[in-house]
Nanobody
C-alpha cells in the first residue's frame, strides 16, 4: 500500500520561507517520479516541481524557478520542497504526488498517488 505523508506548511509574510516534506512508503523515490502540486482557491491544481528517477534533473514551473527547490532524501525516502521568497500568489494547498511506474519522467501529469495536502498562506 502506497502512502504519502506530508508535513510542514503554515503562514508566512511575503519574502518568507517554508519547507514541505513528504514521507513515502510503498514506493521508492530513487525510482518513482515524485512531484509537488498546488491548488489555489478558485483555481485548478497545477504542478510546481517534479523530480524523476535518481539522476534526473528537477523540473519547475516557470513562476517558481529560482525560488523553490525540490529534493529527495533517499535514505529516509522523503521528498522535500523548499519555498523561499514567497509571494501572496503562492498561497495554496500543496500536495505531494507520485507515479506508480518506475523510471518515469517530468512533468508528472497524472499522478497515481496523492498526499493529504498542506496549507501554505503568504500574507502580510
Amino acid at each position: 500500500q502506497v502512502q504519502l505523508m506530508e508535513s510542514g506548511g503554515g503562514s508566512v509574510q511575503p519574502g518568507g520561507s517554508l519547507i514541505l516534506s513528504c514521507r513515502a512508503s510503498g514506493i521508492h523515490l530513487d525510482y518513482n517520479t515524485m512531484a509537488w502540486f498546488r491548488q489555489a482557491p478558485g483555481k485548478e491544481r497545477e504542478g510546481v516541481a517534479c523530480l524523476a528517477s535518481r539522476y534526473a534533473t528537477p523540473y519547475y514551473k516557470d513562476s517558481v524557478k529560482g525560488r523553490f527547490i525540490i529534493d529527495r532524501d533517499s535514505a529516509r525516502n522523503i521528498l522535500s520542497l523548499q519555498l523561499t521568497n514567497l509571494r501572496p500568489e503562492d498561497t495554496a494547498v500543496y500536495y505531494c504526488a507520485a507515479d506508480r511506474a518506475e523510471w518515469g519522467d517530468c512533468p508528472l501529469t497524472s499522478p497515481d498517488y496523492w498526499g493529504q495536502g498542506l496549507q501554505v498562506t503568504v500574507s502580510s
